[in-house]
């Protein structure tokens, strides 16, 4: 597996009665993947 760089804000992640939310303060980003 090779390594990679995440650059994050704060992203909180929920799971609830099989219902999920994700929520963030800015853009973060993990490898090429842009939330």
């Known amino acids: 597996m090779s390594a990679f760089k995440l650059h994050a ?3 909180v992640g929920v799971i ?8 963030s303060d800015g853009q973060a980003t993990m490898d090429k993947t842009v939330m």
Do not use: D, I, Q, S
Not at 16 to 23: R, S, V, W
């Open 9 to 11: 804000t704060t992203v």
């Open 16 to 23: 609830h009665n099989g219902k999920a939310a994700l929520g």
